[in-house]
Nanobody, 116 residues
Framework: QVQLVESGGGLVQPGGSLRLSCSAS????????MGWYRQTPEKQRELVAI???????DYADSVKGRFAISRDNAKNTVYLQMNSLRPEDTAVYYC??????????WGQGTQVTVSS
């Protein structure tokens, strides 16, 4: 029933920008903290950014000042604006909804490749 559908990934040059979107259905979106994670074959899945149900945000040190997470509860969508992209940002990016009472759900992942 619950689905998180991601979009916006792709190939971008170093220094470029992408905006990832994750659209949720089958859940009370406003009741979930939302996060973006990324994973590479050589590195464990890591938290990139989170936004709470109250709109508070936090970021991994490696992306602070470059990425911004936001949510639009009316559209059941969470976004990740990615600026000043670097090759080391290359990864599969996943969105996740987390609720203490309602459970945790993951999106399917979307590939972001930063290369010249």
């Amino acid at each position: 029933q619950v689905q998180l559908v991601e979009s916006g990934g792709g190939l971008v040059q170093p220094g470029g920008s992408l905006r990832l979107s994750c659209s949720a259905s089958g859940m009370m979106f406003s009741g979930y903290a939302m996060g973006w994670y990324r994973q590479t074959p050589e590195k464990q899945r890591e938290l990139v950014a989170i936004i709470t149900t109250s709109g508070n945000t936090d970021y991994a040190d490696s992306v602070k000042g470059r990425f911004a997470i936001s949510r639009d509860n009316a559209k059941n969508t969470v976004y990740l604006q990615m600026n000043s992209l670097r090759p080391e940002d290359t990864a599969v990016y996943y969105c996740r909804g987390s609720s203490t009472l309602l459970g945790n759900y993951w999106g399917q992942g979307t590939q972001v490749t930063v290369s010249s």
